[in-house]
């Protein structure tokens, strides 16, 4: 239903992309799927294959990317308290920390 409407809405479709994917990133989910259909949505949407992986290829990275630096943030932020006790419960853990 998503790669249908990236193919229907060629210029939000990308913005739209990045979103998904900085999200997926966030929330650990594979994003290979989401990229193979988007690679047959963008050539679909704009007939021209090139062009296709270029507008794909940018939207992806700069949406993994996004969802990195915020995935970075929540673990080095909000939830280290966490990671912290789960750490003292193994000494292999505290041994690499």
């Known amino acids: 239903m998503f790669i249908e409407w990236m193919t229907a809405n060629p210029v939000g479709g ?13 929330f650990f989910l594979p994003g290979s799927l989401l990229t193979v259909g ?4 963008f ?13 794909g290829s940018l939207s992806t990275w700069v949406g993994i990317s996004v969802g990195a630096v915020i995935t970075m943030l929540l673990g080095r932020f909000v939830f280290k308290n966490q990671a912290v006790r789960l750490a003292q419960k193994y000494p292999m853990i505290r041994a690499f920390d």
Do not use: R
């Open 14 to 26: 990308p913005f739209a992309l990045s979103v998904v994917m900085c999200l997926g990133e966030i």
């Open 43 to 55: 050539k679909k949407a704009y007939g021209n294959t090139q062009y296709a992986v270029i507008v």
């Open 38 to 41: 988007a690679g047959f949505a």
